[in-house]
């Protein structure tokens, strides 16, 4: 199975501010990685496809990049309802993983 | 759109099915997924399966205990939950091919 290791676990941040999150994959997931954001009772919102592709209607703050096992998304300029747990995931080999997700505080 | 039903409350030991149903978009030739998450924890995929049923995972921790399936005539998706345990406990996700198009969700509860 291929690992997802996010860092770092919590993150706290002012608005404002530009804030990053890595992943880390044990194997190369190619291009097949997303990220998302997910409320508490509220359905994961996809961020990023495709390891740097926009989902329609998503603020341009928010940004993906990286290649092969290393990714980050970054988010521009923190905004009082980016508070959210964030998760990256690839779907390039079964069975398809998350990881553990990286909680983000506004301050 | 993807719609699931089916939720509610199981008693450990027992059985539950979850349906999925598309509106508006079929589900065409796309793998479908479900995908849950347990009170307070990640995101956890469960199990996917591909037009007409032809090739179907699931993930290890299932222990042979849920079966996905599908009715592609009728753009549905479903998951029979079997010998349900107390951490079967969340909220299940249909998920299209490509995760960007997610359901609103489904509680499953099991508690005696």
């Known amino acids: 199975d291929i690992r997802m290791t996010q860092s770092p676990s919590t993150l706290s941040a002012s608005i404002g501010d530009r804030v990053t999150i890595a992943c880390q994959a044990s194997?190369?997931?190619?291009?097949?990685l997303n990220w998302y954001q997910h409320k508490p009772g509220e359905v994961p919102k996809v961020l990023i496809y495709?390891?740097?592709n926009l989902e329609s209607g998503v603020p341009s703050r928010f940004s993906g990049g990286g290649s092969g096992t290393h990714f980050s998304l970054t988010i521009d300029s923190l905004q009082p309802e980016d508070s959210a747990t964030y998760y990256c995931?690839?779907?390039?080999?079964?069975?398809?993983?998350f990881g553990q997700g990286t909680k983000l505080e506004i301050e | 759109h993807l719609v699931e039903s089916g939720g509610g409350l199981g008693k450990p030991g027992g059985s539950l099915r979850l349906s999925c149903e598309a509106t508006?978009?079929?589900?065409?030739?796309?793998?479908m997924n479900w995908v849950r998450q347990a009170p307070g924890k990640g995101l956890q995929w469960v199990a996917s399966?591909?037009?007409?049923?032809?090739?179907?995972h699931y993930a290890d921790f299932l222990e042979g205990r849920f079966f996905i399936s599908r009715d592609d005539t009728r753009d549905s998706m479903f998951l029979q939950m079997n010998s349900l345990r107390a951490d079967d406990t969340g909220t299940y996700y249909c998920?299209?091919?490509?995760?960007?198009?997610w359901g609103q969700g489904t509680l499953v509860t099991v508690s005696s």
């Open positions: 995931q690839q779907y390039a080999d079964l069975p398809y993983t």
């Open positions: 399966v591909t037009y007409r049923d032809m090739f179907i």
């Open positions: 998920v299209r091919a490509g995760f960007r198009d």
């Open positions: 194997q190369d997931v190619r291009t097949f």
């Open positions: 495709g390891v740097s």
């Open positions: 508006g978009v079929s589900f065409d030739f796309d793998t």
